[in-house]
């Protein structure tokens, strides 16, 4: 009988802790996701009132800027949420004010979007009419955008990723001068960002995590309000310590995004985004997502693949003459270029261009200075068929590396058999490519906060580069390409007016992506590369007209070709001088020295 009355007590006890349990459970609250988007609604439907006002007041009215500036702090509440639903409209509405030409219908749109609207204001070189039209068209994107806030549920798959952008666009683009290159507001625009996302965390995932982590709801909040203190302390454009606000105020927001969305428990990653989610900043090794940049007939290549692709990358069997390699052009010791102002074919003679870099190369959406190929498999494929090259057939397999007895174990153990073409060739040569990548520079150790070695030089240089000297508007940080972020979708091709040698007399005759459709808009275009390692890849310019960075340094200084005389209607560069003194243009090269990360270097003789 005791016995009994004991099993009864376990029972009951066991019952009550289990009940205790499922009802803490219960009293986890739910996002309020309708909320959420009601404010993301709220703030486009006021940022087109403000537009509407500004169209009243006219372009030399008092409150024209006072109207703009409105007009654009809502947007940035509302721009998480409605650019992840559309990125095309969004990315137009607050993109450069450039020119556009559509490869579907082949019409070269005017500019237009905030960035336009923001010159006419600022600049007051645009008519009535012109300006009118401007804010017509910037009005009707924005309609379009509310139509999808409006339709569009929001929830925690569309939240997590939008959040995730909009706070890359922060680091990246708002405090370069990239959203607003004439005004400077993006400084005091990512303050208005951060604390909107204060306000659409407390409608959504706040609740959950002050059930689950309280402290870490009170860390973010805390991180969150420091940050928002930093900008109100000095926002100004050219001053503003862009180093200090990424690495103390920044990367504490980004890590703790990353664990209150680990601790919220409602979503898990995708991986078909440019982003690893579980990266704690934006500058780690494993920042970004490779498949998402890699041809889908070509991901998550094995170790073995890769293996094989570092072999066939070395040897000059590949090329019908025997004499060049992949390494022949790209050597590991000049950071994957080869050192000479322009690339050698096959019988040592010079090319047109000069020879970039394979490092992150994985991470672009166009190859070739002129951005003739989508894909590195793309890229590859052209050395293969390119008579001055490699001259040999792709759907050809060339049996002469088999030579070499060990490529045939190397080749099963791969891909499972001998190929018969040499698409496996050029697949494992593009797997080996992919993986010379790297984050793991002096800037990255110091931006992350991982060493303090930074020198006042690098870190003025720094600030220079994401600021003053407008650098990072096309170099791209972190990446320092041209890959445009948040979206990473496209490969930004830029006319700069390069001269023909280092006299800077004369403009470059290379007509550049010019090829493609015959447009003036692209003549003397170029893809942005990235200058991660430029340290090692003089000389510089598609041509390789500059030995120095001095030398590339002098020329953007002085406003690009425009600058320097050349009748370039099209320049995408800003005519005006930068007007960088001695000691910046050295801290800025001081910088950029700080981007070597060649783990490989002493690997290949």
């Keep these: 009988m005791t016995s009994t009355i004991k099993l009864l007590s376990i029972l009951t006890l066991v019952t009550i802790l289990y009940s205790c349990n499922k009802s803490k459970e219960e009293t986890i609250p739910l996002p309020n996701w309708l909320s959420a988007q009601d404010y993301y609604l709220e703030q486009i439907n006021t940022s087109i009132a403000y537009l509407d006002s500004l169209k009243a007041e006219g372009i030399n009215g008092e409150k024209s800027k006072h109207y703009f500036t409105l007009a654009r702090a809502f947007f940035k509440k509302a721009e998480p949420y409605a650019s992840y639903l559309n990125p095309e409209v969004g990315h137009r509405a607050n993109g450069p004010a450039l020119s556009v030409y559509k ?23 645009t008519t009535t009419d012109e300006f009118n039209q401007e804010l017509y068209v910037t009005t009707g994107m924005l309609h379009i955008l509310k139509k999808g806030i409006a339709k569009r549920e929001l929830n925690a798959h569309r939240f997590f990723i939008a959040t995730h952008q909009q706070l890359f666009r922060i680091v990246s683009l708002g405090i370069s001068g990239f959203d607003t290159p004439v005004s400077h507001l993006g400084i005091n625009e990512s303050k208005i960002s951060l604390e909107s996302l204060n306000t659409v965390y407390k409608y959504t995932i706040q609740p959950i995590i002050k059930v689950k982590d309280t402290a870490l709801d009170s860390e973010f909040q805390n991180n969150i309000a420091k940050a928002v203190a930093y900008i109100e302390t000095n926002s100004d ?7 200090t606000f990424t690495r103390d105020f920044m990367n504490p927001i980004t890590r703790n995004w990353v664990q209150i969305r680990k601790t919220s428990n409602i979503w898990e990653p995708i991986t078909t985004t440019p982003f690893n989610f579980d990266a704690l900043t934006f500058f780690e090794d494993d920042t970004f997502n490779l498949n998402y940049f890699t041809p889908t007939t070509n991901r998550s290549p094995t170790e073995k693949q890769i293996a094989l692709g570092q072999k066939l990358f070395l040897d000059p069997k590949l090329s019908a003459n025997g004499n060049m390699a992949c390494i022949t052009c790209h050597i590991p010791s000049k950071g994957y270029a080869d050192g000479m102002p322009l690339n050698l074919d096959n019988q040592g003679k010079p090319l047109q261009r000069n020879t970039p870099t394979l490092q992150n190369s994985a991470f672009q959406k166009s190859f070739f200075w002129d951005g003739r190929a989508n894909s590195l498999l793309d890229q590859i494929s052209m050395v293969f068929t390119n008579n001055k090259e490699f001259n040999t057939n792709v759907h050809e397999f060339s049996d002469a590396i088999l030579k070499d007895s060990t490529y045939v174990k190397l080749f099963k153990d791969a891909y499972g058999s001998i190929p018969e073409n040499n698409i496996t060739v050029i697949k494992a040569i593009s797997s080996y490519i992919s993986t010379l990548n790297g984050s793991n520079s002096k800037f990255d150790q110091n931006i992350r906060g991982d060493k303090n070695t930074y020198t006042e030089a690098e870190k003025l240089g720094y600030n220079l580069f994401t600021g003053k000297a407008l650098c990072a508007t096309c170099h791209f940080i972190p990446l320092t390409n041209g890959t445009v972020p948040p979206f990473f979708t496209e490969t930004e091709r830029e006319v700069i007016g390069v001269p ?10 290379d007509l550049g992506f010019y090829w493609r459709f015959k447009e003036d808009i692209h003549l003397g275009m170029f893809k942005t590369p990235t200058i991660r390692n430029i340290e090692l890849t003089a000389p510089y310019m598609h041509n390789g007209v500059y030995n120095t960075l001095e030398e590339v340094m002098d020329f953007y200084n002085n406003g690009g070709g425009g600058g320097l005389g050349f009748n370039l209607s099209h320049q995408t560069l800003p005519f005006d001088n930068l007007n960088l003194s001695e000691k910046e243009v050295k801290s800025i090269i001081a910088f950029m020295k700080t981007l070597t990360d060649n783990p490989v270097i002493n690997t290949y003789k």
Excluded: A, C, H, M
């Design 103 to 125: 490869e579907d219908n082949g019409k070269t749109l005017n500019p237009v979007g905030f960035q336009k609207i923001e010159e006419s204001v600022y600049d007051k070189e």
């Design 237 to 243: 454009f050219n001053t503003f310590d862009r180093f």
């Design 500 to 509: 023909e040698t280092n006299k800077n007399k004369k403009l470059d005759d």
